[in-house]
T-cell receptor, first 114, second 113 residues
Framework: AQSVAQPEDQVNVAEGNPLTVKCTYSVSGNPYLFWYVQYPNRGLQFLLKYITGDNLVKGSYGFEAEFNKSQTSFHLKKPSALVSDSALYFCAVRDLDSNYQLIWGAGTKLIIKP | DGGITQSPKYLFRKEGQNVTLSCEQNLNHDAMYWYRQDPGQGLRLIYYSQIVNDFQKGDIAEGYSVSREKKESFPLTVTSAQKNPTAFYLC????????????FGDGTRLSIL
């Protein structure tokens, strides 16, 4: 079965430090991977995606993600965290078995401390 | 600006009552989705539609119904059969094409009176 996991419920980072939010996946074919961010009482905003090509994908708000096929991971990163980055982050993978719907991770709460 | 509009932002349901959540998009997207979000959980798919006049059940369709009479609109009805409807409901749409991301509205928070 295809799946995606976000192993950390919460990540705490000091402002100005680099941040990483982890995501691992399990799919039978080539993965289409996505990262979204959600601020309180708002919808999800698309950050970036990996379809094919360069393993380092750049997205919105200075975020980037590294696709690692051997480790089946797609970790979200940012070189220098801002307090305004504090939010809920979701990783998702396209489900090849179910009409190309998305399989969602449970989400990781990112807290950036001043 | 193009986008997805969900209304109302907050909704209260009485026992035995059906309520309808509105979702309208002006992005000209073919596919539309309804998700339910509970605290501490990820998104769960309720229904989706890939074309007008066609829709499919997602993982938790029981107690919900939808229609897709127009490309722009995909309303969700929470029926009295849904015994635990309190949640945050999110509507999304997507262009056709496997790599296209979903775009989300700002949600409707439904509570029981």
């Amino acid at each position: 079965a295809q799946s995606v996991a976000q192993p950390e419920d919460q990540v705490n980072v000091a402002e100005g430090n680099p941040l990483t939010v982890k995501c691992t996946y399990s799919v039978s074919g080539n993965p289409y991977l996505f990262w979204y961010v959600q601020y309180p009482n708002r919808g999800l905003q698309f950050l970036l995606k990996y379809i094919t090509g360069d393993n380092l994908v750049k997205g919105s708000y200075g975020f980037e993600a590294e696709f690692n096929k051997s480790q089946t991971s797609f970790h979200l990163k940012k070189p220098s965290a801002l307090v305004s980055d504090s939010a809920l982050y979701f990783c998702a993978v396209r489900d090849l078995d179910s009409n190309y719907q998305l399989i969602w991770g449970a989400g990781t709460k990112l807290i950036i401390k001043p | 600006d193009g986008g997805i509009t969900q209304s109302p932002k907050y909704l209260f349901r009485k026992e035995g009552q059906n309520v309808t959540l509105s979702c309208e998009q002006n992005l000209n997207h073919d596919a539309m989705y309804w998700y339910r979000q509970d605290p501490g959980q990820g998104l769960r798919l309720i229904y989706y539609s890939q074309i007008v006049n066609d829709f499919q059940k997602g993982d938790i369709a029981e107690g919900y119904s939808v229609s897709r009479e127009k490309k722009e609109s995909f309303p969700l009805t929470v029926t009295s059969a849904q015994k635990n409807p309190t949640a945050f409901y999110l509507c999304a749409s997507r262009e056709t094409g496997g790599g296209q991301p979903q775009h989300f509205g700002d949600g409707t928070r439904l509570s029981i009176l």
